[in-house]
């Protein structure tokens, strides 16, 4: 599992949709830099691996405690271009 970060209990909801917004953006963004400098098949095993850790615990196993956000997160993945 990857380092946990420091608890957000006190930051509010529009702050933490802000965070998660600038995540994604900003893997979307790994992953064109992966693509462009190491190619589009690197970036594809990148982000199989990315799924991979996700759907395995391997990178948050609290995201497997409920169905809906998994289901949120691992398709915002899916979705994510590879080139």
Do not use: P
């Not at 992966?34 to 990178?59: P, Y």
């Not at 169905?67 to 994510?80: A, D, G, P, Y």
Request: proline letters at 0%; one cysteine or more; hydrophobic letters at 45%.
């Amino acid at each position: 599992m990857a380092e946990e970060i420091e608890s957000v209990t006190d930051t509010n909801m529009e702050q933490i949709k802000i965070a998660l917004n600038a995540l994604y953006l900003c893997i979307g963004y790994s992953m064109k830099h992966i693509s462009s400098h190491e190619g589009v098949e690197a970036a594809a095993r990148f982000k199989a691996g990315m799924l991979r850790g996700l759907k395995n615990g391997d990178i948050d196993m609290a995201l497997l405690e409920e169905r809906k956000t998994f289901e949120l997160i691992v398709s915002k993945i899916e979705s994510l271009a590879t080139d």
